[in-house]
Every structure is written in structure tokens, then in C-alpha cells.
């Protein structure tokens, strides 16, 4: 079975552009969450989406936004680019049932973004 | 909020060593804590998790503790091998407020390096 995929694998940008970033899950997965991960460090929790609902939302700016579709798959989309924008996303998912996320999460390879 | 501290933030030992990585956290309430190996270039790979009604799990050479009272718990990596060289993540978790989702809080990480 394949697992979680992401595309693009890498991305460049300039300052104040938009970008928009996708994830299907693992087959059979109904959650999935997205991560920022800088250099150096653990991964930072952005969003989290169940069913198409949100179920949790990090402490980054309204300036990032996120949706899940009918098929599970997921964007993060991230407008008025900034310098420290540049970071590997992550998407990790999960399964779940009767409205709960189990706890193990599974990540994609990343979207490693350069803003310019 | 939930923070975990990870240590070391290096840790370099030679091949057939043993390696231990410790993480201690905040929150009582976390419940669950996940390790994952993160490769140059790739996503964390899940390599092994404890729950805390468990002190300790093991997998091969892989084994992790817990102590639920000190709000501590460990990595342990026997036999280490040259293509155990990676940073590993140990996280933190519990089912949120709104009682379904679970969302982690990542360490720093440990960049491993074994040695031939």
C-alpha cells in the first residue's frame, strides 16, 4: 500500500506570493494534520482535519489556511509568503472511527519550500 | 500547553554502542509518546510508541521506557549500526478537549551518529 504522498517535493517562491500544498493519506485514513518543520527542529503542529472538519489548529497566522476533500486528500495553502516560511511541510495521517483519531500518526516525505 | 524537552541534541557513539535519548514532558495528562527516525531528506518514520498504562516496550533493538511519575521517558537503541544515523523525535500526546483528536508536541530532536 502506498503511503502518505505530497506534492511538489520542493517549491520556490518570492515574498508575498501564494503557494498551495497537497497530501492524500495513507488508504483508508480519515485525518490528517500538517506540520512546519525548520531547520534544526521538531516538526510544529499547524492543522489537523477529520471528515472534512477541523479539529485543531496551531498557533501560526491566519495568513495559513487548510481544507480536506470528500477522498481525505488535504492542501495547505499559505498566502503572503515570508522569509521564515521557508521549512519542509509535513502531512501526517491517521485513521479513526466514530468520530475519533487514533493516535499514530504516519508522515509524507515533505514539501521542502524556499521563499525568496 | 504540552512541552517536551529532548536530550541530547547530539550524541555520537561508536558501532555495536548503545544509545539512549531521553525526553521528559509537562503535561499529566499526555498519554501517548511516539518516536520517529527522520533520514536527510525524508519525512519521521514511526519506529516505535508506548502508551502510558505500559512502563516499557521493546522491538528488536529498539526499546523505550516510561515513568509516568517523573514525566520522563527514554529511547533505547542496542547494537547500534552505522545506518542507525539519523534525528530521531520523541512526542508527547493526549486526546484534546474537544475528545477526538490527538495531536503531538515534538521535541528537538537527536541527531544520532554511529561510527563504523
Known amino acids: 500500500d502506498a503511503g502518505v504522498t505530497q506534492s511538489p517535493t520542493h517549491l520556490i517562491k518570492t515574498r508575498g506570493q501564494h503557494v498551495t500544498l497537497r497530501c492524500s493519506p495513507i488508504s483508508g485514513h480519515k485525518s490528517v494534520s500538517w506540520y512546519q518543520q525548520v531547520l534544526g527542529q521538531g516538526p510544529q503542529f499547524i492543522f489537523q482535519y477529520y471528515e472534512k472538519e477541523e479539529r485543531g489548529r496551531g498557533n501560526f497566522p491566519d495568513r495559513f489556511s487548510a481544507r480536506q476533500f470528500p477522498n481525505y486528500s488535504s492542501e495547505l495553502n499559505v498566502n503572503a509568503l515570508l522569509l521564515g516560511d521557508s521549512a519542509l511541510y509535513l502531512c501526517?495521517?491517521?485513521?479513526?472511527?466514530?468520530?475519533?483519531?487514533?493516535?499514530?500518526?504516519?508522515f509524507g516525505p515533505g514539501t521542502r519550500l524556499l521563499v525568496l | 500547553g504540552e512541552n517536551v524537552e529532548q536530550h541530547p541534541s547530539t550524541l555520537s557513539v561508536q558501532e555495536g554502542d548503545s544509545a539512549v535519548i531521553k525526553c521528559t514532558y509537562s503535561d499529566s495528562a499526555s498519554n501517548y509518546f511516539p518516536w520517529y527516525k527522520q533520514e536527510l531528506g525524508k519525512g519521521p518514520q514511526l519506529i516505535i510508541d508506548i502508551r502510558s498504562n505500559v512502563g516499557e516496550k521493546k522491538d528488536q533493538r529498539i526499546a523505550v521506557t516510561l515513568n509516568k511519575t517523573a514525566k520522563h521517558f527514554s529511547l533505547h537503541i542496542t547494537e547500534t549500526q552505522p545506518e542507525d544515523s539519523a534525528v530521531y523525535f520523541c512526542?508527547?500526546?493526549?486526546?484534546?478537549?474537544?475528545?477526538?483528536?490527538?495531536?503531538?508536541?515534538f521535541g528537538r530532536g537527536t541527531s544520532l551518529i554511529v561510527h563504523p
Open positions: 512526542a508527547a500526546s493526549m486526546r484534546g478537549a474537544s475528545g477526538g483528536s490527538y495531536i503531538p508536541t
Open positions: 501526517a495521517s491517521s485513521s479513526g472511527t466514530a468520530g475519533r483519531t487514533q493516535e499514530t500518526q504516519y
